[in-house]
């Protein structure tokens, strides 16, 4: 009898060069991203050894954590984002790697551009040394982070050593509420198994709910699988992902199509196939989220009230208290009306066009509060280009929003992007962690719907409140 193999199974299998027993496997990558902050070291380490690059086809560059957002076309004013990025230039250039470069046309956050340029397909195996690597799994692949270390190991060998995970599915049914996106499922899910609930699994994402989103929705959910500690998350391809694949850039054409589409095809997890861990929820009960701590997990429907310490053993309040005391919050209270400074719509979580559409769908019309400042950063130059070609930069710029230029801005701060301190910054990125956003900065993870409701409003609201004022489709 045919042994039931799970998706992840099925992709793994198939890539596992040798097995060490009792030890890792050394596993074969298919694509392999590299930016300018984790590939210096490792290529200075190729040149000590005196290795080349094993596939310089199979590895993708662009430039996109330290970046600038304003005046790209000028001369990188921080030394070391300067240095970092001419680096990747100059080993690209040596080594012959594809470079999109600042300026170009499909240059952008690393985990925007795979997608767009149809490099990210059913069935393959990705790294890049950023942990957000996790997106790529919305198209079925095994995508994962990895350190700089690692970053060398595949440049000198296409392989890493690396040990299964464990397996959990997650199956969401039913129909989402009106203003509820994949953001808030993600969130919600986080909310649930925690932080840390993850570790040491590679989740699949299941269930009608999943199935109904587009490929630019799942790609969040796939990209936080991260922040509940898990390896990485993936979605089964089905018609959506061969849709959105068709007729890119480096998507297989003609008879290598259909060729492509039959192995596509059986990309799915057996009936009768085991995993270690299930979760099952209902998407009725997922209504639009926001954090109110420092970690993903600590988050809530916008509507709730910031939960007490009942219940909570000694250590475990010690460090909730600690979290709501850099917050600025205490238990118990409302998160609705809590004054804000900062939005930021963009990030690999949600910078891609679907985000400002439904942003650009919300502000219109209407203006951003007086003391809200909002930063619109699209993810890449593709999403820059259609956001002004459909119109959705004057809707915006008409609300009072500014939009920039591409890059990873101010989810990480590494570049001028930064929210002041015991600032409140609402943010479609993917991390609240203490300073994550600059240092002594206060952020809240929401979806991009929240945040326009945000901007709107200077405070924190629930975006179907707005809803009700002027009905809008989303």
Request: proline share 5%.
């Amino acid at each position: 009898m045919m042994e039931k193999k799970t998706l992840f199974d099925k992709i793994w299998d198939a890539h596992v060069v040798k097995s060490i027993p009792n030890g890792p496997d050394v596993f074969f990558i298919d694509k392999h991203f590299i930016h300018e902050v984790t590939s210096p070291v490792a290529f200075l380490n190729l040149e000590k050894r005196g290795t080349g690059v094993m596939f310089p086809e199979r590895t993708i560059a662009t430039p996109d954590h330290n970046v600038p957002t304003i005046d790209q076309e000028k001369t990188i004013k921080d030394e070391l984002s300067r240095m970092q990025v001419e680096k990747l230039r100059q080993n690209c250039k040596k080594h012959g790697i594809e470079l999109h470069d600042l300026g170009t046309d499909h240059h952008g956050i690393v985990h925007v551009i795979g997608p767009e340029l149809g490099v990210t397909q059913p069935g393959m195996t990705i790294v890049c040394g950023d942990s957000h690597t996790s997106t790529h799994g919305a198209f079925g692949t095994i995508a994962f982070g990895i350190g700089t270390s690692e970053v060398e190991m595949v440049l000198a060998t296409q392989c890493i050593m690396q040990s299964k995970a464990k397996k959990m599915r997650i199956t969401v049914d039913g129909e989402l509420g009106k203003g509820v996106t994949s953001k808030d499922i993600i969130l919600y899910i986080i909310s649930k198994i925690s932080a840390s609930g993850g570790t040491g699994y590679f989740i699949e994402y299941a269930g009608s709910a999943i199935r109904n989103l587009s490929m630019e929705a799942r790609m969040t959910i796939c990209n936080m699988s991260i922040e509940m500690g898990a390896r990485g998350g993936l979605i089964a391809p089905d018609e959506t992902t061969f849709e959105y694949l068709k007729g890119k850039r480096y998507t297989p054409k003609g008879e290598e199509w259909e060729k492509a589409l039959a192995y596509w095809k059986s990309l799915k997890t057996d009936d009768g196939a085991q995993f270690d861990l299930e979760y099952h929820y209902d998407a009725e009960d997922i209504e639009p989220m926001i954090t109110y701590g420092t970690n993903p997990g600590m988050g809530i429907k916008v509507k709730d009230p910031i939960p007490t310490t009942d219940g909570m053993d000694t250590s475990t309040k010690k460090s909730y208290l600690k979290s709501l005391q850099y917050m600025g919050f205490n238990p118990g209270e409302p998160m609705k009306g809590k004054k804000i400074d900062y939005v930021f719509v963009g990030s690999c979580t949600n910078g891609r066009i679907e985000d400002i559409r439904s942003v650009a769908q919300f502000v219109k019309g209407k203006k951003k509060a007086d003391n809200i400042t909002a930063w619109i950063v699209p993810g890449s130059r593709e999403v820059e280009k259609k956001a002004i070609e459909e119109g959705l930069v004057a809707i915006l710029e008409e609300a009072g929003f500014k939009l920039r230029q591409p890059g990873c801005s101010a989810c990480l701060a590494m570049n001028d992007d930064k929210i002041p301190s015991g600032k409140y910054a609402v943010s479609t990125s993917n991390r609240n962690f203490e300073g994550r956003q600059g240092p002594g900065s206060r952020t809240l993870l929401a979806s991009p719907l929240t945040v326009a409701a945000v901007a709107i409003r200077g405070e924190v609201t629930d975006p179907r409140e707005l809803f009700e004022e002027s009905p809008i489709l989303i």
